[in-house]
């Protein structure tokens, strides 16, 4: 059979030879001005509410099994979006069932050319297929990388607060987590570099980078890259740059992919994405990453083990929604954006949503609420104690609650909301929720009156 997607070196040096960098920054420019002009598209609709009740669905079914379907009203959680997969992945996909079989497959041009376009397109990014390997999902790639770099136990890197998938990833690699928190200045979160410094040590092979950030949603610039970059190959340490959340920009806002910054970034670097933000494909599992240094691919694919294999209706979707989905995600941007704007004018309404603090971020559909005042008032010892002992009596885990898990809890109870609690995003997270706005504005509408309703009585 075919070897799917595992690259030969053969490939690797004719890809290498005297190659700019994996993802040339000239063309970024350019393409992000085409990637910003957006709106005026073809009007696809995000307003109708299509309801996912019933479907086995994370966000929806697994919070009512937990609260109720009494207490949830709108389910803000997990990172994936409430509206319909585009039309043109639907037809797509329906055209491949009519063709009734499902055997071994090998991956055809036209899948990485969508993947290579999209991203040229939008980033200005080159990329050469040869450097472009599947993965089930974002994370399995991740892992497979830490196990090959870092086969006795290192640490790894966490920019905190940070997406909560990566302790797990970490601890399923076998390695442990390093935090290094980030400062929040002026509202808006920066990286520590100084203290970055003093954590990188003999044990530490790779830092994980999240671009933009999940949850605070930073589109990191060129020159915080660069910087953190710097440091990071002076001391041997490779960075694997999660850009899952890359085509969620809000308006005037940029992504700057990792490997853009420069030939040596790249070298050092491996780049993951996937289409299961940008399109609702979570479920889907079709992820790739990017990497144009053979040593580094070699760590992964054959010291980490990585399984390159994905599903046939995943590849269909994957390639369908990079090679026709542009406007699409032009107008759900211009949505989420909105959302945004909604969000933002709705807490900060003189009298509006006390206890909570919020400002626009730059990318992603998460929006990072500062809950700490709203936490002091409610999450009391009394309640804590209460919220300890309802968790007990319903069976639910009730060793090593927070104060965060608490407030979630409150939410639900008194708004049909529910959130992301921050306890599980690192250091730096203390007393923040964490709400996907990617849903029906009529949605984010109701879920913001109920907070604001319960903030007041509090
Ligand atoms: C930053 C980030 N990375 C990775 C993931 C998980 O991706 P996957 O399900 O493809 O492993 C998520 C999901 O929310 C995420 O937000």
New binding site residues.
């Given amino acids: 059979m075919k070897k799917l997607n595992g690259p030969s070196r053969r490939n690797f040096m004719k890809g290498a030879a005297g190659v700019t960098a994996l993802m040339s920054a000239a063309g970024a420019s350019g393409a992000l001005a085409m990637g910003q002009s957006r709106g005026g598209g073809k009007g696809y609709n995000f307003d109708d509410i299509y309801s996912r009740i019933g479907h086995n669905s994370v966000k929806w079914d697994a919070a009512i099994a937990r609260y109720g379907r009494e207490n949830i009203t709108v389910p803000m959680g997990?990172?994936d979006m409430d509206f319909k997969q585009p039309p043109f992945v639907v037809k797509a996909l329906q055209e491949r069932a009519k063709y009734e079989q499902f055997g071994y497959e090998t991956l055809p041009d036209s899948f990485y050319q969508a993947i290579i376009d999209w991203n040229k397109d939008r980033y200005g990014l080159n990329i050469k297929k040869e450097w472009i390997v599947t993965s089930q999902?974002?994370?399995?790639g991740m892992i497979a990388t830490m196990r090959g770099l870092n086969p006795v136990k290192g640490k790894v890197i966490l920019q905190t607060p940070t997406?909560s998938?990566?302790t797990g990833a970490i601890h399923k690699a076998g390695m442990r987590v390093e935090m290094n928190p980030m400062k929040k200045i002026n509202g808006r979160w920066h990286m520590d570099l100084e203290d970055l410094d003093k954590r990188l040590d003999y044990e530490t092979k790779c830092l994980i980078l999240?671009n933009p950030n999940?949850p605070s949603g930073e589109c990191w610039t060129a020159d915080e890259l660069r910087a953190l970059g710097d440091l990071c190959i002076s001391r041997g340490v490779t960075i694997l740059a999660?850009e899952?959340?890359c085509d969620f920009t809000n308006k005037g806002q940029k992504f700057t992919p990792y490997a853009s910054i420069g030939e040596k970034y790249a070298e050092h670097s491996i780049s993951y994405r996937?289409p299961?933000?940008t399109f609702g494909q979570?479920n889907l599992k079709v992820?790739y990453f990017v990497c144009q240094n053979e040593d580094l691919m070699n760590a992964t694919m054959i010291g980490g083990g990585h399984d390159a294999g994905c599903n046939a209706f995943g590849l269909i979707a994957c390639e369908t929604a990079f090679r026709e989905g542009a406007q699409w995600v032009d107008d759900l941007n211009d949505y989420i954006d909105a959302n945004f704007d909604y969000v933002v004018d709705f807490i900060n309404k003189p009298g509006n949503m006390p206890g909570i603090k919020y400002s626009k971020p730059e990318g992603t559909y998460l929006a990072w609420l500062d809950c700490n005042e709203l936490m002091k008032k409610v999450v009391t010892p009394e309640y804590m104690k209460s919220y300890h002992d309802k968790m007990r009596d319903q069976g639910r885990r009730h060793s090593g609650l927070k104060p965060e898990m608490a407030l979630g809890e409150w939410i639900v109870d008194n708004c049909g909301v529910q959130l992301n609690s921050g306890n599980s995003y690192g250091i730096g997270a203390e007393g923040f929720m964490r709400m996907n706005i990617a849903v029906p504005r009529s949605s984010l509408k109701t879920a913001l009156e109920n907070l604001d309703k319960a903030c007041k009585k509090a």
């Fill in positions: 997990i990172a999902a974002l994370k399995p997406y998938g990566f999240c999940n999660d899952i959340h996937s299961s933000k979570a992820a």
